[in-house]
Structure formats: structure tokens, C-alpha cells
């Protein structure tokens, strides 16, 4: 830095040092041209006085200086030459520009080299008149004259030149050493900034500059601070959200390496450090292969998977962050306890509701042979009725319950037979035709799909979607059915016009035994599995189910299955 600010500093005063030299030397030279000149002039003039007196007076004149004088007539001929004892055989001028300007009466200065002298030369002329017409006299002075007064000052000017080279030199080297010195102090206070010393640097010196650059490095080290100290505070809000997750975090970069990972993603993947990549910390091919293909093509997947002993539930998808720094980020959620539980649970739904079946069937049959025998104005029919009813609804509780565990099991029929919906439909309201009927409600039954599948889970799936819309509709009420195929999926819109459900008991409808008005429900004889039945069809033909509702205003349910069925 210092040899090239000398360097730099010395090129500058050389440029300058050589413009000043070269401008003198031409201003010297103008001004030594032009006062040649002036001389020339002036002594023209005063010959020209004394040849208008007498031409033979210039013969007295013993000195003439550095000037030639020479005296023309009128026709060119040469009639006196300071340069020439004997003129008579000098050469016609009368084509000389000099001569032939001061003629016109209009003189003015010619430089010309001069054969005669060898020499370039300056020529003035000036014309007189006399007896016998005009005569010109002409002088002129060697133009190398200029420069014998110019090289006095050349050597001067040559002198000023070199101390002006050694003062720039010691200048430069002095300045260099002074920037190099503030340089090197700006570079420590960096370097101890970057460190993280943060202190107040005090200023040693009363430049200007020097408080200027300490202020705004103090201000920048205060900035510096206050910019780490809230970064060190929101990474220790991050590092105590993410390491006391539920769920497992993984995050990975674009080659797979593990750049985080958090305390239930190692419980789960093992004790593998930070910093290695994902093929040596999960031992399953299968999970790897997918979580590979998910984060490599930017893909957003969440799916269940089996982990050694444990349920995992893990969503995968790839950050685009932009400059080649894209995150892999996976979260893993353990649903082994919820699984078991779910097990659990199924299992003794299917239990209970298997034992109840045999007792049921018993006590629906005895009360509907008793009910029979008895006659309507005896005593005992309104309990044997009442008896014979809540058996019939017991029973079509077990039967939704056997249904529903079937369901979950993947026990119920798998066949993929050609289904028309609309008949299905149709069937469906052939059972609700005196409850249509009783209550006016206007039904209409629009388009048509055919699908592969079980008639009979079709007809389970349908049958409590529109028997929740006539149960639940009011007097003059509608239910608009629609059916349609839009890529590849068959969708069944079921829209009514009844009593609706409230927003906040939407997330629950389709949960076993779920009632919004359970008072409603018991009068409509409803078992509160209607729509879990439903959802279990939907997600076991791998369809979606969406519900939206409004009090008092009525509710739509849209169902969308695949036409090709996998089951």
C-alpha cells in the first residue's frame, strides 16, 4: 500500500512537474518571440527616419547589432545591405512577401529561411517615400536568437524541475506513511469488532478526519452489538422451540447433509451427530428411498410409515430459499400410543358389539312376538312397544358399530364391480319416501357417474349423507343432489335446505357417537355413526370429504371418490 501511494504520489508530481516545465518554456519562448518582434519594429522605424533624410547616412551607422538592415527601391533592386560591403550583385527582392506588403502599405512580419545566411530568420518591412518613389527598408534578426535567452532560464527551470522530483518523493513517502498508519489502526479496530470487541475506541489525535472515522467505527461497533445481542436472543428462542418440539425435526441441505436436528428426531433416528448425511442416520431403505425422491423433487408429501417398533406419521417438502441454499425439512410425529389406542378401541367395538348382537336379537324378537300377542288397549302394549323400539335402535347401533370396525379392519367386501351411482341414489330415497312425503321436501337428483366399487359400501356411504339431509330438513325444505366425473373422480354433491350446523361443531360431526342435538337425534332414532360410517367409505376408496354448513340455513356435503378403485 505505501510503495504504491509513493508511486502514485510521484507519477502525479512527475505529470505535473514536466506540464509546468514544457507551459514555461513555451510561455518563455512567446514572450522572448514577441519582444524579438518588438525590436524589429522599433528599429525599422528609426531606419526608416534616417533613409528619409539620406540613404548614405545608414553607411555611417557603425553598429547595426544583431539586426540586418537592408534598403530596396521601389522596382526590387538592392540599394544598401548591412550584411554586404558591395550590394550590386545581390538578387532582385521585389517578389520578397515582406517587401511586397510593406508596398501595399500594409507591413507585417515573414519568417523565412534565408539563403544567403542559412539561417531562419525574421523579415519586417516598412516603405518610405521619397524623390524618387517609395523605398523600402527591411529588417531582419536571426530566429534563433529566442532561444539563446530561452536556455539561461531552460537550466534554471531544469534545477527547479529535479528538486521538485525529490520534494514530491519525500512529501509522497511522508503522506504514505501518515495514510498507512490510519489504515493500519482502521484495520485493527475492524479486525477487534469482527472479533467481537465492541468497545468505545477513543481518539488519539485531533484530526478531523481521524474523529470522524473513530465516531462512525463506534457506531457502527454499537450497531454491530445490538444486532448480535438479537440474533444470540432469537437463536435461543428457535433452539428452545425446536428442541422442545413434539414433534421430530429434521433439516437437511440439497446433498442430504443434516444441518439440524432436534432431541425426538434423535429418540427416533438414532445418536448420529449433526453434520452427517441422512443415508447414515435412518437404517430403513424403503423410508430413505421416498424421503429421497420427496426432497430431490421438491415434492410436499405427508404419509405414515413403520419405523423399526414405532408408528411414524412424517411430512417431508423441500424449502426453496433461493442462491442453491435450499432445505430439505422432515417432521416426524410418533402415533404409535394413538395407533395402539385406535386398536385398541377397534377391537372392542368389534368385541362388545359382536356379544351384544346375539342378546339384542334375542330381545327384539321375544318383544315382536309379546307385542304381537298384545292387544293395543292393554296395559302392557306401550311398554313392549317402547321395549321393541329401543331394542331395533340398540340393534342398529351394534350393526353401525360391527359396520365401522369392519371398516378400519379392511374386513368389509373388496369388490370392484361396475356401480352407476344415480341408481344408487335412487335407492337411497326409496327408504325416505314417507319422510319426503310427510314433510314436503322437493327433491331433485341431477347427472351421473359410474365408478368401481362395493354397491353395498356405496350404498352405506350415500344412504346416511341423504338421510342426515331429509331427518334434519324442515317442512317445504329441498335437497339437490348432483352428480358428476371430473378427472377421474366421481363427485356427489348433497346440498339441503334444513336446520344446519353450527361452525363450531363441524370438526366433530364425522367422530363416533358425535351429536350436535342429541334431543334432535333420539326423535329421528339416529345412532350419532352416520357420518363416520361415511368418512370410513371415503377413506377407504382413498376419496375426500369436505362439510360445510350454516345455522338455519342448511348444509352441503361434497363427496369425491376415484371411478378406478384400488381396493
Known sequence: MRKKIILQSFIISLVTAFVVFFSGIAIHYSIQERKIKQDIVSDANLFADLVADDISSLESVSDFGNARVTVIDESGKVLFDSGKSDSADMDDHSDREEVISALEGKPKFVKRHSDTLGKDMYYYAVAVDGENGKTVIRVAENAAEIWSFSGVALVYVAVALVVAFVLSYVLAKNLSGKVEERLTRLRDDLRNANSGDYSIRSCSTSDALDFSIISELNELASALKENYDNLRREKAK???????????????????????????????????????NLINMIDDTVLLERLENILKGGGNETFEHVYGNRDLVINA?????????????????????????????????????????TPLTSVRGLSEVLLAKSEENSPDYKYLKRIYTESLRLHNIVMDMLYISRLESREVARKRDDVRLSAVIDDCLQAYKDEITEKKIKVSVDGDACMQGDEHNLYECLNNVIGNAVHYNKTDGFVNISVSESDGNAVVVVKDGGIGIAKEHLPYVCERFYRVDKSRSKQTGGTGLGLSIVKHVVALYGGNLNIESEENVGTTVTIVLPTKSDI
Open 238 to 276: 428457535l433452539d428452545c422451540v425446536v428442541y422442545n418440539m413434539t414433534q421430530g425435526l429434521i433439516v437437511v441441505d440439497k446433498d442430504l447433509n443434516v444441518v439440524l436436528r432436534n432431541g425426538v428426531a434423535q429418540r427416533l433416528t438414532g445418536k448420529a451427530k449433526t453434520g452427517v
Open 317 to 357: 417438502f423441500m424449502l426453496r430459499l433461493g442462491g442453491g441454499d435450499d432445505l430439505g425439512v422432515i417432521l416426524i410425529s410418533d402415533v404409535t400410543k394413538e395407533k395402539e389406542l385406535s386398536r385398541q378401541k377397534s377391537e372392542f367395538f368389534a368385541n362388545a358389539s359382536h356379544e351384544l348382537k
